[in-house]
């Protein structure tokens, strides 16, 4: 069984930076797809980035292109998010999940983070 564990949220002051970190275990990953997603107070959960396990894929919401990085280290079976730039808009609860790669929709969903970003 899948396991995701984020890590990282806070609080930052609007242009700050903050780096989320997915530990994920129970399987073999190199066939997933690794994504990060998040919901705003009163929206709808969204899509933020996803990276193939392999590194092979990296995509990103238009709303976070140039600002949010995503990377994953193999050795430590961990994604992160690193995020620059940060806006009040970007506040949220973060998500990690992990489909695999010929699935239609992500499985396995982590806690989730709180990222609040002070304008």
């Known amino acids: 069984q899948v396991q995701l564990v984020e890590s990282g949220g806070g609080l930052v002051q609007a242009g700050g930076s903050l780096r989320l970190s997915c530990a994920a275990s129970?399987?073999?990953?190199?066939?997933?797809?690794m994504g990060w997603f998040r919901q705003g107070p009163g929206k709808e959960r969204e899509f933020v980035a996803a990276?193939?396990?392999?590194?092979?894929?990296?995509y990103y919401a238009d709303s976070v292109k140039g600002r949010f990085t995503i990377s994953r280290d193999n050795a430590k079976n961990t994604v992160y998010l690193q995020m620059n730039s940060l806006k009040p808009e970007d506040t949220a609860v973060y998500y990690c999940?992990?489909?695999?790669?010929?699935?239609?929709?992500?499985?396995?969903w982590g806690q989730g983070t709180q990222v609040t970003v002070s304008s």
């Open positions: 999940a992990a489909r695999p790669v010929a699935a239609v929709s992500y499985d396995s």
């Open positions: 129970g399987r073999t990953f190199s066939s997933y797809v």
């Open positions: 990276i193939r396990w392999s590194g092979a894929g990296i």
